[in-house]
């Protein structure tokens, strides 16, 4: 009987992107299990336990064991050249069998193999397979929508709060939040309640947002209170325009820096 090949892919995931699915996605068709250790620190700006969660939401696969890593090794910094061998030690209790593979993007994985005693598989060290970084996406995440999956989307989602001309009626208010929401490509908030039917509604419309959900400062002022409740650790960014006409040139000059924001 052959032996089943093990591979190792270690990574902060700050965020998981789709060069990290491509990643573990080719360490599965190239050998038979894969460890994924998903190292986070306390101190970092994304919370450790929720980059943990997206990884379990993105792979589910039976043949991918994930491990979250929070062990602080002060001593391990990328400037120590003994760094390779102190993650190794610190990360070999964790795994069952002996790693045949280590699977990474960056020049560290080479020794980082070594210290494994596994074979480096180079994998898009150029990344023209998949053009982006976790910190290109933490600088500018809707330039670089394309690239985050939909499971860590409703972070980086921003509010764009809209408040609208003086003589609007209140009832043509959806209807200019759907208009503004259509030019973005995005998603509005529509006439809910506050109340568990209203935010799971809320919830669900967060995940289909693109970059931003629409909504008025009305909106705002009711559902404020239970926005941190309902995405717990979001960076919930807003930004406002107040309207002064409802005329479609003047509407798409308050919106061209955000289409601007969300071309990519």
């Known amino acids: 009987m052959n032996k089943q090949t093990h591979g190792v892919v270690i990574g902060r995931f700050m965020p998981p992107h789709n060069g990290h699915r491509y ?8 050998a038979d299990r894969v460890t994924v250790f998903v190292c986070t620190l306390s101190h970092e700006p994304i919370p450790g336990e ?16 994930l491990v979250h890593i929070t062990q602080e090794i002060p001593e391990a910094s990328r400037t120590n050249p003994d760094s390779p061998h102190i993650w190794a030690q610190a990360l070999l209790p964790s795994l069952d069998t002996p790693v045949d593979f280590l699977f990474a993007s960056e020049d560290y994985g080479q020794p980082l193999a070594e210290a494994f005693g596994a074979q480096f598989v180079s994998v898009d060290p150029s990344r023209n397979t998949i053009g982006t970084s976790a910190t290109k996406i933490r600088q500018n995440p ?41 030019q973005l490509d995005t998603v509005f908030l529509p006439a ?28 705002w002022r009711t559902f404020s209170p239970f926005i941190g409740r309902v995405f717990p650790g979001f960076p919930l960014e807003i930004r406002k325009i107040q309207l002064h006409s409802t005329n479609t040139p003047s509407i798409q000059e308050y919106l061209a820096p955000f289409l601007e924001e969300l071309s990519s």
């Open 142 to 182: 809707l330039k670089n929508w394309k690239y985050i999956p939909q499971s860590v989307r409703p972070y980086f989602v921003r509010l764009l709060e809209v408040t609208p001309p003086n003589e609007l009626m209140p009832e043509d208010s959806l209807t200019l939040l759907s208009q503004i929401a259509s």
């Open 23 to 30: 990643l573990i996605d080719f360490a599965t068709a190239y």
């Open 50 to 65: 929720l980059r943990f969660r997206w990884m379990t939401e993105m792979f589910p696969s039976p043949n991918i064991h």
């Open 192 to 219: 809910l309640e506050a109340n568990q039917s209203g935010l799971a509604q809320l919830k669900a419309l967060w995940a289909q947002a693109r970059g931003y959900i629409v909504l008025s400062v009305d909106q």
